[in-house]
Each structure stands twice: as structure tokens, then as C-alpha cells.
């Protein structure tokens, strides 16, 4: 008689996106796993056919958590709801944003997502209508670079804004970005 299950499915997932959370999906082993767990490997592969499978769930619901937030309806400006997504994520789920963001180089997916969701809406907004395909390319590089180092210092817990003090300080810092890049547009 095979031997009965005693680790749901769920509850190795679990215990694998907590240590996923805090230490990097690096650390994720079956051997490291069933140490997490006070068992042996076994129950990761009664419910995974390989830890491979089990990170690949793992990033899936990371993305997914994240895609979550940039798409949240902040505001009334699309454009400013990605930034304050990123910005809210980063102070909701610490851990979860360092480990992305500032620890694993298996996320490059997930900021190209993130590179894309931000392009469709510069193509959807009228303001940016017949600007060039390149000043729109830096625009978007600079507004990350601004976003990115935001989020980086709220997760990090540098600063613990408001959903109102984010709002404001990504107005501001988007404001000085564009009026800069309009004026060099203007200089060509």
C-alpha cells in the first residue's frame, strides 16, 4: 500500500513562497524544503514532479500578485496607477518586492511585463500622441529608474508613505522627468 500524503499540496507551497519571501528563491531545495517542513524531500515530490515545478508556481503567483497592484485603480490617470502600484506593492509585501526586485536575477520577465504594461499606456494616452518612438523609450526608462528607487526605499522601510504621499512624490518626481525630456525634445 503506497504510503499516505501527510504534506498537502498547499501547505508545501506555502512554506515554499515563505521561505521564498524571505530568503530568495535560490534557497528553495527539496533537501532545504523538507528541513522548512521537519520531514524529508519526499512530500515535495508527492506533490511536485521536480523543484523545478514548484518554483515555476512559485513565480507564477509572484507575477501575478504584482501584475495585481500595477493595474489597481489608484487614480483616474492610468499612467500614475502603475507607478503607485509598484510603490504599494513595495510597502505591502516587503519581502516579497526585495526578494523580486533586489535579490533574484529570474525576474526579468516580470519587469519586462512590467516595461510593456507601461508602454501601452503611453501608447493609450493622447499626451504622448506623435511623440517619437525614442523620447517615449527614455520617458519610460527614467519613470522605472524614478519608480524603481521609490519602491526599493519603501521596501526597505527608508521612508512609509501614504497611498497619498506616493501619489504625490511619483506626480512630482513624473512632472520633473517630463518637463526635462519635453525640453530636450523641444532642442532637437
Same mark, same amino acid.
Given at each position: 500500500?503506497?504510503?499516505?500524503? #501527510? ?12 521561505? +521564498? ?32 515545478? @514548484? ?45 523580486? +526586485? @533586489? ?6 520577465? #516580470? ?29 519610460? @526608462? *527614467? ?9 526599493? @526605499? ?8 501614504? *497611498? ?12 520633473? #522627468? ?11
Amino acid at each position: 500500500m503506497p504510503k499516505k500524503v #501527510i504534506f498537502s499540496k498547499e501547505i508545501v507551497f506555502n512554506k515554499a513562497f515563505e521561505m +521564498f519571501e524571505k530568503q530568495g528563491l535560490d534557497v528553495i531545495t527539496a533537501r532545504n524544503l523538507g528541513k522548512e517542513l521537519k520531514a524529508s524531500p519526499a512530500p515535495i515530490y508527492s506533490n511536485y514532479s521536480s523543484i523545478d515545478e @514548484l518554483k515555476e508556481e512559485l513565480i507564477t503567483v509572484a507575477k501575478n500578485r504584482f501584475m495585481e497592484y500595477i493595474k489597481r485603480p489608484f487614480t483616474d490617470l492610468e499612467y500614475l496607477n502603475i507607478g503607485m502600484g509598484i510603490c504599494v506593492f513595495a510597502r505591502e509585501n516587503k519581502e516579497l518586492f526585495r526578494s523580486i +526586485f @533586489l535579490r533574484e536575477q529570474s525576474f526579468t520577465d #516580470i519587469i519586462r511585463r512590467f516595461r510593456d504594461s507601461v508602454k501601452a499606456e503611453i501608447e493609450k494616452d493622447e499626451r504622448f500622441t506623435g511623440l517619437p518612438v525614442e523620447f517615449k523609450d527614455e520617458l519610460l @526608462l *527614467d519613470c522605472w529608474i524614478f519608480a524603481h528607487g521609490y519602491s526599493t @526605499l519603501i521596501a526597505t522601510g527608508f521612508v512609509e508613505p501614504t *497611498d497619498e504621499e506616493i501619489k504625490e512624490r511619483l506626480m512630482a518626481g513624473a512632472g520633473t #522627468i517630463l518637463y526635462k525630456r519635453l525640453g530636450e525634445l523641444k532642442k532637437r
